[in-house]
């Protein structure tokens, strides 16, 4: 087999849910095979660089060719993801809203506050 289409092969190896997306993503030059912009029908073969950018962008090397969406730890197997981790999230502390002891019901303005402080307003 000489190549796989880039957009079943990043369906195969489950970068993409669906094949749908997978070409979505080639139409939007959102794709790159070894440095240039990829169509849907760039073929890929084995030590082919993709490079999916993105939301959470990926660097695979092609291991293995593809046609048919496999399991995921066949998928793993059929690419070296080269994707550096993703920075640390930044930890901070969780707001904290005091309020007296039996000091009856929440105003208007404390239950604004609150709403705030959980993401409801």
Do not use: I, M, N
């Given at each position: 087999m000489s190549?796989?289409?880039v957009d079943a092969w990043l369906w195969a190896?489950?970068?993409?849910?669906?094949?749908l997306l997978a070409t979505a993503a080639c139409k939007?030059?959102?794709v790159e095979v070894d440095g240039s912009r990829a169509?849907?029908?760039t073929l890929v073969r084995e030590g082919s660089r993709v490079?999916?950018?993105?939301?959470r962008g990926r660097n695979l090397v092609v291991r293995q060719l593809l046609t048919k969406r496999v399991s995921a730890p066949l998928a793993a197997a059929a690419m070296i993801d080269e994707t550096p981790p993703p920075p640390p999230?930044?930890?901070r502390p969780a707001p904290v809203f005091l309020?007296?002891?039996g000091a009856?019901?929440?105003?208007?303005?404390e239950r604004r506050e609150l709403d705030r402080l959980r993401g409801r307003g």
């Open positions: 190549g796989v289409r190896v489950r970068v993409f849910k669906s094949r939007g030059g959102h169509k849907a029908s490079l999916v950018t993105g939301e999230r930044e930890q309020r007296e002891r009856g019901r929440p105003t208007k303005r």
